[in-house]
């Protein structure tokens, strides 16, 4: 009889507790339940959808997150009105123009603000990038590089170059490379013809290696060549380019409503706050053919390295 007692116990044991697991599984249902299909009583779980901006550090990193930090919070804003649903932008900066540019082909960033060159080896690199606007400069999609010397230096023009040394911007850069050499090239000058040259990375960094004599001119971006003058950089211009403005691309494989509320948010941007802190007037539709002159520049840069007369067909 005492055998049956603790048996009894034990049965009557495991019976609670199989109903105390019916219950909690029960009410687990429930709240599932009540998650997707909204009963009253119970709190629905609000979406969000969150994204990460690319850039690069054609500035110091700092200035580029304190410039573009306003302008994305305004854009999540506005895209989460167009979605119904809470947007959050991360944003990520990548120390080297080729890193950045890793960043979206990868897909490690949602979408990414590039220049024309870093644009065009983009899509090289991986098919699917949907470009999504190009930044508006007074109403146009160019904006200009300029070749500047030290306020002081006797040197007036790019013929003058000759035999003289000049610095870069980034090896990939837009305006700090490729459009620069093209523009010298045009004026018969070229690596050869330069006493030295070399490539510092940022445009500010340009302008002020040439404003303390390391280099006797430089090549970098008007936006920052200004900031440098207001800052009282003692440099000045003696030759101006221009090229397409900077892309706004989206990764391959994005969610199309995201792309579309994406788009439509930065072609209707219109916060003076957001965008004096871009630097620009907002956004423009732009094709991808609009930067086959960059393509051009980039093909034929090779020339500017040429060392034979034929190569750079019989100049110099």
């Not at 500010?204 to 950089?233: I, N, W």
């Not at 397409?244 to 989206?250: E, I, L, N």
């Not at 948010?265 to 539709?285: I, Y």
Request: glycine share 8%; net charge positive.
């Amino acid at each position: 009889m005492t055998i049956y007692k603790h048996d009894k116990s034990r049965c009557l044991q495991g019976a609670r507790r199989a109903s105390r697991r019916a219950i909690g599984t029960a009410a687990t249902f429930m709240t599932l339940f009540a998650l997707t299909t909204g009963l009253p009583g119970w709190s629905v779980a609000e979406a969000k959808e969150t994204l990460v901006f690319g850039a690069y550090t054609s500035e110091k990193p700092l200035a580029m997150v304190r410039q573009l930090r306003p302008s994305l919070n305004t854009i999540a804003e506005r895209m989460s009105e167009i979605l119904g649903e809470e947007v959050e932008i991360k944003m990520e900066v990548a120390k080297s123009y080729v890193e950045g540019v890793a960043l979206l082909t990868s897909g490690r960033a949602d979408f990414m603000r590039l220049g024309p060159a870093s644009y065009v080896s983009a899509k090289q690199r991986k098919d699917g990038l949907e470009l999504l606007a190009v930044e508006n400069k007074k109403g146009k999609k160019l904006h200009a590089g300029v070749i500047c010397v030290k306020a002081d230096s006797h040197i007036y023009e790019i013929s003058q170059l000759r035999g003289r040394s000049v610095a870069f911007g980034n090896s990939r850069s837009t305006l700090g490379r490729y459009v620069a050499q093209q523009t010298l090239m045009q004026q018969g000058i070229y690596a050869r013809a330069l006493s030295r040259y070399e490539y510092l990375g940022r445009h500010d960094k340009v302008g002020q290696a040439v404003a303390s004599g390391q280099y006797d001119a430089g090549a970098l971006s008007e936006s920052t060549f200004k900031k440098l003058v207001k800052k009282g950089v003692p440099i000045r211009e003696i030759a101006k380019f221009k090229s397409m403005t900077r892309a706004w691309v989206a990764k391959a494989g994005m969610k199309p409503r995201v792309v579309k509320a994406l788009r439509q948010t930065l072609l209707s941007l219109d916060d003076r706050k957001a965008l004096k802190a871009l630097r620009f007037d907002g956004f423009l539709m732009a094709q991808d053919s609009e930067f086959d002159d960059i393509r051009k520049a980039i093909g034929e840069n090779a020339r500017f390295f040429a060392t034979d007369s034929a190569a750079l067909g019989g100049s110099q």
